[in-house]
């Protein structure tokens, strides 16, 4: 099913069928302020093991997952002064923070290390699916069979068909990825360049 939003009001109305589909153990495909993602309940292990397969990825490249601000970060996430001053500065915003898992984090997401790829992207249906659902949500970049960065939502249609139970069309966003930076160590490590401009830390 394809869902059409407001990109700059999204409906809420809209919003909430997205979160019945996430409520329901189902997989949406959202738009963010890089490319479009595709994720689940953060808690719903037998949907995170269907993104594994649809991704056709390894469980032992654990997926990052989207907050709804600050606050929320720090219930899954070991935040320090450190980490917190630049997260403060730059969410919402087109990066990826590495930071130790708290125990609240599913184990199927911390392999071998505990540590958490988290995101606040800076994108108004992102934000408010997330913020309506309540509780973190699953990203992984949404990609075709040969590894390319789909842009537009009916493409994503074509690719996954009933594979992905609900796609919120945001119009065509930019092949983006974001940048990952890992803050573990109380220091900044780009670990990938990305949308979000490194040389601000």
């Known amino acids: 099913m394809l869902l059409k939003l407001n990109v700059k009001n999204p409906q809420v109305r809209l919003i909430r069928k997205a979160v019945e589909v996430l409520h329901e153990g189902g997989i949406v495909a959202y738009p963010t302020d890089t490319a479009y993602g595709m994720g689940c309940d953060l808690f719903n292990k037998r949907s995170i093991e269907k993104v594994y397969d649809l991704k056709k990825r390894s469980k032992s490249q654990p997926f990052s997952f989207i907050c709804a601000d600050l606050s929320d970060i720090s219930n899954y996430a070991v935040v320090t002064n450190y980490s917190y001053k630049i997260m403060k500065r730059l969410l919402p915003g ?4 590495i930071l130790g ?71 065509i966003l930019p092949p983006e990825l974001s940048t990952v930076v890992n803050l573990t160590d109380d220091t900044a490590e780009i670990v990938r360049t990305g949308k979000g401009d490194p040389n601000v830390f």
């Open 94 to 97: 087109p990066y990826t923070f």
């Open 101 to 171: 898992a708290s125990r609240l984090v599913p184990k199927i997401l911390l392999p071998k290390r505990k540590e958490v790829g988290i995101r606040i992207p800076d994108n108004n249906i992102c934000l408010a699916l997330v913020r309506e659902f309540g509780s973190p949500i699953i990203s992984t970049t949404v990609k075709s069979r040969s590894d390319e960065i789909i842009t537009d939502p009916d493409i994503i249609e074509e690719e996954f068909g009933n594979r992905i139970d609900l796609i919120i069309d945001g119009g």
